[in-house]
């Protein structure tokens, strides 16, 4: 997996996602914060793109993903921060 295209991934499903159920967002960047004071989701709301993206990915590379795991709930720097903490993790998952 190399970090651009999973990048482009999750930025292009959110971008989907937020299109999808009328959520107003401005330009979807990298470092646009998902959840808390101006991000786009709230906590049922990232979970619903969660699921959206850890689909994406399965088809593309046909393995599962489990975005939302205790692992990722466990963590200093939260891997829902924005997209490129979410990267991140995606990338560190594959590793495993």
Same mark, same amino acid.
């Given at each position: 997996?190399?970090?651009?295209?999973?990048?482009?991934?999750?930025?292009?499903?959110?971008?989907?996602? *937020?299109?999808?159920? %009328?959520?107003? *967002?401005?330009?979807?960047?990298? %470092?646009?914060?998902?959840?808390?004071?101006?991000?786009?989701?709230?906590?049922?709301?990232? $979970?619903?793109?969660? $699921?959206?993206?850890?689909? $994406?990915?399965?088809?593309?590379?046909?393995?599962?993903? %489990?975005?939302?795991?205790?692992?990722?709930?466990?963590? *200093? @720097?939260? =891997?829902?921060?924005? =997209?490129?903490?979410? @990267? &991140?993790?995606?990338?560190?998952?594959?590793? &495993?």
């Amino acid at each position: 997996m190399e970090e651009k295209i999973i990048k482009n991934i999750v930025i292009k499903t959110l971008k989907e996602f *937020t299109d999808n159920n %009328n959520i107003e *967002t401005e330009e979807i960047i990298e %470092n646009q914060r998902l959840m808390g004071r101006g991000g786009i989701f709230d906590s049922l709301g990232l $979970v619903h793109f969660l $699921v959206d993206l850890e689909e $994406v990915l399965e088809e593309k590379y046909d393995r599962e993903f %489990n975005l939302s795991s205790e692992v990722a709930m466990s963590r *200093t @720097t939260s =891997p829902f921060l924005n =997209p490129i903490e979410l @990267t &991140k993790f995606i990338l560190e998952l594959d590793e &495993k």
